[in-house]
């Protein structure tokens, strides 16, 4: 009988040795950048910074910053590094408007991500004797794919469920004697309250462990969950842009999440300024994959705010801490694990005739799933149109919604004038989720 590897030996080293292997693998990974990305060639030159100028950790704060623009200015494949023929997979995430983002991944990546996405679960106590079902969107998303290829690596049994059909995820959770799940916590939430209608009790079933993330949650969100389900449940945190997820998770000591620090490496910037912040200090989360071949990104920003604790962790741990993420500094909405931005929905709007550039998106937790409304202003012909009419560009909107962005949402035609106008910066979402 063959047991999978502990990864959690490279959880411990002591920080000397971590930060001599840091900087070894960012020497490593901008010299690449630079001779094989325009665009990486371009940004360094601009900020008059060369690969050799990488001399100390202290040196990255010189190179130059990485934003979601730029992997949307060099979609599909401006920034590999790597020629095509050793690009393995593709994945893709929301951009800020039109297009997606792409994330571009060798073989090697691929394997870096099973590897800390595993370590993320072994840390939680997965071991080959679990049983774990993925309930990830298996997509474009990174979700499904990333959880799953690291279930496997932690050696666990994997049940390829992907998202929905919360009927059919209870059974199989009973028959298949299922341990673990991955899923975002808002949908486990959905999943226990199905259950308890179908009167089916998940303390007295298998299920021990929940994996969730891809969305902020809050400590009392926890509290719930575990009280009401008995199921340990663990904080996952991950991008696309990075790798997906297991960039970070927390520990049993459950006092932030630890980021694996061999492969990204995280600064915290003032999110207005730029400038690097002392550890402890509240900001930007910036990451640099110091050994993804396929897409290197260097210093991107995530637009994630927290703070890093270098201090020890009980659990013994040598790897830094980030508080759990519960705001971001940009406008980009979660809604049931899918990145939204505001502009996004504008372009689209603005593709019908008869539709004002006035809307607000307004979201809510109905029955612990986020609901999306979208009230949109008419033009006055519009508005006194017959309801027929009105029914139908009610219609075509949420059909291009769901097409575009993938998200479900109620389409609100309103009156000329009906939205507030302010005179500074317009507010287009009003968000009544409690985190
Ligand atoms: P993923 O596929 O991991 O959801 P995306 O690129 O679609 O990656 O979204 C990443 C964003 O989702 C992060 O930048 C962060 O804002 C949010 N996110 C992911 N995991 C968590 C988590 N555990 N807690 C809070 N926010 C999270
Ligand atoms: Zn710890």
Same mark, same amino acid.
């Given at each position: 009988m063959s047991t999978a590897e502990d990864l959690s030996r490279k959880d411990f080293l002591d920080r000397p040795a971590l930060a001599a292997l840091q900087l070894q693998r960012l020497q490593a990974i901008v010299a690449p950048a630079y001779a094989n990305s325009p665009s990486y060639k371009r940004a360094f030159d601009a900020a008059g910074v060369k690969p050799s100028d990488l001399k100390s950790l202290a040196d990255l704060s010189k190179f130059p910053f990485t934003a979601k623009t730029d992997l949307r200015d060099n979609y599909?494949? =401006?920034?590999?590094?790597?020629?095509?023929?050793? +690009?393995r997979r593709v994945h893709a995430s929301s951009g800020t408007t039109g297009k997606p983002i792409v994330v571009t991944y060798t073989q090697g990546d691929l394997e870096t991500w099973a590897e800390t996405a595993a370590r993320v679960f072994q840390m939680g106590g997965i071991t080959s004797n679990d049983i774990a079902l993925i309930s990830y969107g298996y997509s474009l998303f990174t979700g499904g794919m990333g959880a799953h290829s690291g279930m496997e690596r932690a050696g666990a049994t994997v +049940?390829?469920? =992907?998202? =929905?059909n919360t009927e059919k995820q209870l059974m199989l959770i009973k028959d298949l004697g299922v341990t673990a799940i991955c899923c975002t916590p808002s949908f486990f939430i959905h999943l226990m309250e199905v259950a308890a209608e179908k009167g089916f009790d998940f303390r007295k079933s298998t299920l021990r462990h929940g994996f969730f993330g891809a969305e902020p949650w809050s400590e009392e969100m926890r509290q719930r969950i575990e009280a009401e389900s008995g199921v340990k449940a663990h904080d996952i945190f991950g991008l696309s842009e990075i790798m997906g997820p297991g960039v970070a998770g927390d520990c049993e000591c459950r006092n932030g999440l630890h980021i694996f620090e061999d492969h990204y490496y995280p600064e915290i910037v003032d999110p207005a300024t730029g400038e690097v912040l002392p550890p402890g200090t509240e900001g930007e989360l910036v990451l640099t994959t110091?050994?993804?071949?396929g897409m290197p990104l260097l210093r991107?920003?995530?637009?994630d705010l927290t703070t890093l604790h270098y201090e020890p962790c009980p659990c013994g741990r040598t790897l830094v801490r980030m508080d759990r993420i519960r705001r971001r500094s940009d406008d980009m909405l979660i809604i049931r694990g899918v990145n939204l931005f505001p502009s996004q929905v504008e372009s689209l709007l603005l $593709?019908? $005739? =008869? +539709? $004002?550039p006035h809307y607000l998106l307004v979201v809510t937790r109905e029955q612990s799933m986020d609901a999306l409304e979208i009230q949109v202003e008419v033009t006055p012909q519009v508005f006194s149109d017959e309801v027929k009419v009105l029914e139908t560009l009610r219609n075509r909107i949420r059909e291009r919604m769901k097409a575009m962005i993938g998200i479900n949402a109620k389409i609100t035609l309103v009156e000329p004038g009906s939205i507030a106008r302010s005179a500074g910066k317009t507010k287009h979402v009003l968000d009544m989720r409690k985190a």
């Open positions: 599909p494949f =401006g920034l590999n590094a790597v020629p095509n023929s050793e +690009i +049940i390829p469920m =992907g998202g =929905g110091m050994d993804k071949m991107y920003r995530t637009h $593709e019908f $005739e =008869g +539709i $004002e």
